[in-house]
């Protein structure tokens, strides 16, 4: 961008060699443009010192012996003592629109980073990332080079592997320092040091929603990303959240499922106009890519669940079956292409009665229905019915009603190792005729009792249906007899991914970083909790349901993002485009993220979310 007023006033005190003393002036400025100049004082300030260090002893290096030049330290203490300053002003940087956050806090930030880097100084530079995510500041390319190029100095490729007993002495051994989340192994390090074109690749199935959140984190730990399209995956298609930054574009290429697996794999091993290569990994995106990924990667011999005995383990009849063979309690239902199929048990179990798509996300296609007309009707819209997250015909199911509170409990797996990253219960209510939409969802403490057996039953499911790697998403009903299973998702937890911030605010990590550690990293993952640590915050997600339908002139998202505890907030909707009565995850017009201290502005929060859904005013429609 090209160089601001407030750029302009740095650069003038940093002239006159007094650039930190800009810090004086500070308060004339509003928020907003107090923590911007804040941030150029800071960066132009430690970059200034080193490079007037340097010209002291006419040197090319402006990194010799840094570490120990008294006026780079003390430069270093000016930003440790006055970056803190940007906590008052936080709030309204955060409730900029996002292009704005960008425009006018992006490229400071990266600059701060940059000369962190110069400065030799580790610590502050994780620090001063944290505060980039404070103020959900969007990063780019040049945030990530700042990273890798100016933390880590040098990658050095050892000729000889000794073992630990062998090892040389401390002073022989050159420093490495890991550049990213504190759990990121020497794998993503080695990573970071390559090209786009050279770097180990990854393939992600159908990477929608928050599969396509891997992406990033892949990128971050500098692999190279394949998106694989399959032939099931229809209009979800390109459906990546706006938290997925940098895809589409970065992906080294977009493949579609050929005819055959053997055409599949060949078409991804020479993807990227390279020379052929091996993929690292296939990892399931979308739930639309669970049956390509597990046949993908045991075919091309990656890690990945067997489809031996478990063709389709996305098949709800085969896992209430598999889950039943266990010894585990399982649903009483009933699967069927024909009404004859079904018939029988339609008319024998108690109503009211689910009736489903066999192969679903999102609550897509599923139906209470409390007459036997009813079933039979729903039963055959289903069957004539393309639905978005399964084939063309596939079979409908018929359940019995589950009587009581519905839970996630979402895993990540390596080498038939569970790990719990959270455990979630859902706010699900009948709204707009339909039974079960979905409101919102909450995190249940760990060690909690009602965990504790939601935990074990489903680490048992995940056995029964032969799960040993990647992350699953299983949505349980504990009744009164105890917990029982709704279905197993083959894939990260959904809802492109709104819920990470608050995850992340919770425990410090999040399913998507975990399931990046269960495929590329072991050491990460066995450093992994077997369940989440004690929460450190309080929040939850909330949806956000249109209780009317029309052509929509504007959207007034903004309300949302203006309340207090509101730290994340993505927009389903936009000017011009219809929107509809909410009946499931896919007609939401948005989801958002609420975390604060006080309990009491939280609720208040939710009370006037919930007003603004009930009287329309998050959009304008059409007369």
């Known amino acids: 961008m090209p160089t601001s007023p407030l750029r302009g006033l740095t650069i003038a005190f940093l002239l006159l060699a007094e650039s930190f003393a800009t810090l004086k002036h500070l308060e004339p400025f509003d928020e907003v443009h107090a923590a911007q100049l804040l941030l150029e004082v800071l960066a132009l300030g430690l970059t200034g010192t080193i490079l007037k260090e340097r010209e002291k002893r006419d040197s090319s290096d402006n990194l010799s012996g840094v570490e120990t030049n008294k006026e780079v330290q003390r430069a270093v203490a000016e930003v440790v003592e006055h970056i803190p300053k940007l906590g008052p002003w936080a709030e309204k940087v955060r409730l900029l629109p996002t292009p704005n956050r960008q425009q006018c806090f992006t490229e400071p930030f990266n600059e701060l980073l940059l000369s962190c880097g110069r400065a030799h100084a580790v610590k502050l530079s994780f620090r001063v990332l944290e505060w980039m995510e404070a103020l959900t500041i969007p990063k780019n390319s040049f945030t990530y080079e700042a990273i890798g190029v100016n933390v880590v100095k040098r990658i050095t490729r050892l000729k000889k592997v000794w073992d630990l007993p062998q090892a040389p002495e401390d002073n022989a051994c050159p420093e490495v320092v890991f550049a990213g989340r504190s759990n990121v192994g020497k794998s993503s390090l080695e990573c970071r040091g390559q090209s786009t074109e050279s770097a180990a690749r990854v393939v992600l199935v159908d990477p929608y929603s928050t599969g396509a959140m891997l992406a990033p984190e892949l990128d971050l730990r500098g692999y190279a990303v394949i998106a694989l399209w399959t032939k099931e995956c229809g209009e979800n298609r390109g459906h990546l959240p706006q938290a997925a930054e940098g895809f589409p574009e970065k992906f080294l290429a977009e493949v579609d499922e050929q005819d055959t697996l053997e055409a599949t794999a060949f078409a991804l091993r020479?993807?990227?106009?390279?020379?052929?290569?091996?993929?690292?990994?296939?990892?399931?995106?979308?739930?639309?890519?669970?049956?390509?990924?597990?046949?993908?990667?045991?075919?091309?011999?990656?890690?990945?669940?067997?489809?031996?005995?478990?063709?389709?383990?996305?098949?709800?009849?085969?896992?209430?079956?598999?889950?039943?063979?266990?010894?585990?309690?399982?649903?009483?239902?009933?699967?069927?292409?024909?009404?004859?199929?079904?018939?029988?048990?339609?008319?024998?179990?108690?109503?009211?009665?689910?009736?489903?798509?066999?192969?679903?996300?999102?609550?897509?296609?599923?139906?209470?229905?409390?007459?036997?007309?009813?079933?039979?009707?729903?039963?055959?819209?289903?069957?004539?019915?393309?639905?978005?997250?399964?084939?063309?015909?596939?079979?409908?199911?018929?359940?019995?009603?589950?009587?009581?509170?519905?839970?996630?409990?979402?895993?990540?797996?390596?080498?038939?190792?569970?790990?719990?990253?959270?455990?979630?219960?859902?706010?699900?209510?009948?709204?707009?005729?339909?039974?079960?939409?979905?409101?919102?969802?909450?995190?249940?403490?760990?060690?909690?009792?009602?965990?504790?057996?939601?935990?074990?039953?489903?680490?048992?499911?995940?056995?029964?249906?032969?799960?040993?790697?990647?992350?699953?998403?299983?949505?349980?009903?504990?009744?009164?007899?105890?917990?029982?299973?709704?279905?197993?998702?083959?894939?990260?937890?959904?809802?492109?991914?709104?819920?990470?911030?608050?995850?992340?605010?919770?425990?410090?990590?999040?399913?998507?970083?975990?399931?990046?550690?269960?495929?590329?990293?072991?050491?990460?993952?066995?450093?992994?909790?077997?369940?989440?640590?004690p929460f450190q915050a309080a929040g939850q997600v909330s949806m956000l349901v249109s209780y009317h339908e029309g052509q929509v002139e504007a959207t007034q998202f903004q309300k949302v993002r203006e309340l207090q505890s509101v730290v994340f907030l993505e927009e389903n909707l936009l000017a011009g485009h219809r929107v509809e009565k909410t009946i499931d995850l896919f007609s939401l017009v948005g989801m958002c993220v609420l975390v604060h201290s006080d309990p009491d502005v939280l609720a208040n929060d939710l009370d006037s979310i919930r007003q603004m859904e009930h009287n329309g005013s998050l959009f304008v429609l059409a007369n």
Not at 333 to 347: K, L, N, P, Y
Not at 448 to 464: F, H, K, M, N
């Open 270 to 533: 020479a993807a990227g106009g390279q020379e052929p290569q091996e993929p690292l990994a296939v990892i399931c995106g979308g739930e639309t890519g669970v049956k390509i990924a597990d046949a993908l990667s045991e075919h091309m011999g990656l890690r990945g669940n067997t489809t031996t005995g478990m063709p389709n383990r996305r098949d709800k009849q085969v896992q209430q079956d598999a889950v039943q063979a266990f010894g585990l309690r399982s649903v009483r239902s009933v699967c069927g292409r024909q009404w004859s199929e079904v018939q029988d048990f339609a008319e024998t179990e108690v109503l009211p009665m689910i009736v489903k798509p066999v192969e679903s996300a999102g609550s897509d296609g599923v139906k209470l229905c409390n007459s036997l007309a009813e079933v039979e009707e729903h039963f055959q819209l289903l069957m004539t019915s393309q639905r978005k997250c399964g084939a063309q015909g596939a079979a409908v199911l018929l359940q019995e009603y589950l009587k009581g509170t519905e839970y996630i409990v979402d895993h990540v797996s390596r080498d038939g190792v569970h790990k719990t990253t959270m455990v979630w219960v859902y706010d699900r209510r009948p709204a707009n005729g339909a039974g079960f939409v979905c409101f919102g969802q909450q995190c249940v403490l760990p060690d909690s009792p009602v965990a504790q057996q939601l935990i074990a039953y489903t680490r048992g499911c995940l056995d029964a249906l032969r799960i040993t790697d990647g992350a699953t998403h299983t949505e349980v009903m504990m009744t009164e007899t105890g917990p029982c299973l709704v279905e197993v998702n083959s894939r990260c937890h959904g809802a492109a991914g709104s819920w990470m911030p608050l995850a992340r605010a919770m425990t410090g990590y999040t399913q998507v970083d975990a399931c990046v550690d269960a495929f590329l990293d072991a050491e990460a993952f066995h450093r992994l909790p077997e369940v989440p640590p």
